[in-house]
């Protein structure tokens, strides 16, 4: 046997264990959750999570890392730390302790098995694989990523807005009936609503939608992988899942949602990634190097692409000549044609013991940022700053946020999770002025830019958690009347950031902008739960929403909701009637 041969043995033997142990995950190097768990018995009826969470982190110091119920309101869940001794600490103070009049006991969890190798153990035990939609064998790789990423493609058009509206509505209905459930006092006012909206809690507008519906997506991020034969390196979308034994990625050819720059950007770069003697990166072993693709396009032609690696055992002198081959190959190589604008090199590492991600992004060529248009005005986004995915639909999304808003010359707007600005400069046409409020400090610096840019004079931009730094940013606002519009990511916003809204009392109107209504119940249900020690301030209630399909031929859609403060709801419909 050759050096090379003896060298290479051991790391067969690795992936064949890996492939065989549902367990093998845990002898990594990486950090992973599983590895010191504690599960928590004999919590009470009622508690809220955020609670929790502070008994564990506050008062009693465990330096937890994750907390994960099996489901809503269990009376037991795990709590995850970042090592041993942390554990074993938690389980000393924790097993015992009185808390809301009940005792709890704590204990080691078992890890989960990992769900891939689990799925896969369990189809050769059986002899047969598995049944999912994807497992046609009449269904081409194309067909199974366009049932994956678009699966209303081939429906007609109207159809999906019937479709989306009906969602809407019955998430609306869901949300008011939970709204009562949780504050009795607002059952008159909601069985008027109801009578009035055909039992929903306020009107539902007709869904909204941009007139191009094809192409939109400005962003998408491509998984670098193998094709569903094993033997050929893809750019694309997974197939389907990593918990359903799924790895293999598929191309995106026929997608009717990505435009055609980004189709050629995205597979002249998939012959880049093919010669360069680097595998992709394989989630069952976490071997291999290219990881995924990130690419930004915009109506002025500008094109981003982020080329994210996993550096494994590469040195920095080889890391250094993947950059500059990059550089090379779409500044004067066969990717020159692409015309991209921004290049950026992402080393993507997993999260250490200390939770904390190790990705370096790394500008390689071209502007640090792209531009793109939007209600007559130009932004500049930076590669981690948030821009809405389809640049149409925000605009559509957009003017229906200021038609239900109604600013004037009195009103200041609070834009909460205001990313590169957009929400807040759009409506700085129409209101006395902006605070706005961001976590990520790129996105912050865009906005500041696209104020000097656009020669706007009212908008003010602020870098923090809406949690930490709202309280502050409302007591500058200037204006009689304070309106907020607030776009939070999918989760919703920090129950901290909820409270300051609420608390405000110069606080009349408040839009909230959820691209995962569902999601969003449970922001939409505590502003409208009766004022108490810890819900100070005044309840908000909706009053009229609306649907926005920023999203077509799939199963997403956006929902605008308009909310305010229920004495003054309850004053107009006195004097209306």
Not at 301 to 306: A, K, Q, S
Not at 475 to 497: E, L, M
Request: net charge positive.
């Amino acid at each position: 046997m050759t050096d090379s041969e003896t060298k290479q043995a051991p790391a067969e033997d690795t992936t064949e264990k890996n492939e065989k142990d549902p367990y093998a995950y845990l002898e990594r190097d990486n950090f992973t959750s599983e590895k010191f768990k504690v599960e928590v018995r004999g919590l009470p009826k009622y508690y809220g999570i955020g609670e929790f969470k502070k008994l564990l982190n506050d008062k009693l110091d465990l330096q937890t890392c994750k907390v994960k119920p099996p489901r809503r309101s269990s009376r037991w869940l795990y709590v995850c730390f970042r090592t041993e001794e942390c554990r074993q600490k938690a389980i000393s103070i924790l097993n015992g302790i009185l808390w809301k009049n009940c005792k709890l006991s704590a204990q080691v969890a078992k890890p989960a098995p990992d769900p891939f190798v689990k799925r896969k153990l369990e189809e050769n035990s059986t002899n047969k694989r598995l049944k999912s939609e994807l497992d046609d064998p009449n269904m081409s790789a194309m067909d199974k990523v366009k049932f994956t990423t678009t699966p209303l493609w081939n429906m007609p058009y109207l159809s999906q807005l019937e479709l989306k509206q009906k969602e809407m509505k019955s998430v609306l209905i869901k949300t008011g009936k939970q709204m009562i459930r949780e504050s009795k006092a607002l059952s008159e006012w909601m069985n008027s609503q109801q009578k009035l909206y055909d039992n929903l809690p306020c009107e539902l507008m007709p869904i909204l939608h941009a007139e191009s519906t094809e192409a939109y997506r400005n962003k998408c991020e491509f998984t670098i992988g193998k094709n569903i034969e094993g033997d050929k390196v893809i750019i694309g979308f997974r197939l389907s899942s990593y918990a359903a034994g799924c790895t293999a990625v598929g191309p995106i050819d026929d997608l009717c949602h990505i435009p055609e720059s980004m189709k050629i950007a995205v597979k002249t770069l998939e012959e880049f990634v093919q010669n360069s003697g680097l595998e992709p990166f394989n989630p069952v072993d976490h071997s291999g190097y290219w990881k995924q693709i990130t690419a930004r396009t915009s109506r002025l032609n500008h094109l981003m692409l982020i080329v994210g690696i996993h550096p494994q055992d590469l040195s920095i002198e080889r890391l250094k000549e993947l950059q500059d081959q990059l550089k090379e190959f779409f500044e004067s190589g066969k990717g020159s044609k692409v015309n991209v604008t921004s290049l950026y090199f992402q080393t993507m590492e997993q999260k250490s013991a200390g939770n904390e991600s190790k990705d370096v992004l790394q500008h390689i060529s071209g502007t640090e940022y792209i531009e793109e248009s939007l209600l007559d005005m130009k932004f500049r986004i930076s590669p981690q700053a948030f821009f809405q995915v389809n640049t149409l639909g925000a605009e559509v999304l957009y003017k229906a946020a200021i038609d239900m808003v109604k600013p004037t010359n009195d009103t200041t707007v609070l834009d909460v999770c205001c990313g590169t600005g957009t929400i807040g400069l759009c409506f700085s046409k129409y209101c006395g002025e902006v605070l706005g409020v961001e976590v990520v400090p790129d996105a912050i610096k865009d906005a500041k830019q696209n104020v000097l840019q656009n020669k706007v004079t009212n908008c003010e931009f602020f870098v923090g958690k809406a949690e930490d730094t709202l309280f502050p940013i409302v007591k500058r606002a200037t204006k009689s009347r304070i309106v907020a519009v607030v776009d939070p990511p999918r989760a919703g916003i920090h129950q901290k950031a909820l409270l300051t809204l609420r608390n405000s009392k110069k606080l009349s109107r408040l839009v909230y902008i959820s691209c995962d209504p569902r999601a969003a119940m449970r922001n939409l249900i505590d502003f409208a739960r009766p004022s108490s020690k810890q819900f100070s301030g005044e309840p908000f209630v909706p009053v009229k929403a609306v649907a926005v399909d920023m999203f077509p031929h799939t199963k997403h859609c956006e929902l605008i909701i308009c909310l305010e403060r229920l004495s003054e709801v309850t004053k107009s419909n006195t004097c209306t009637s």
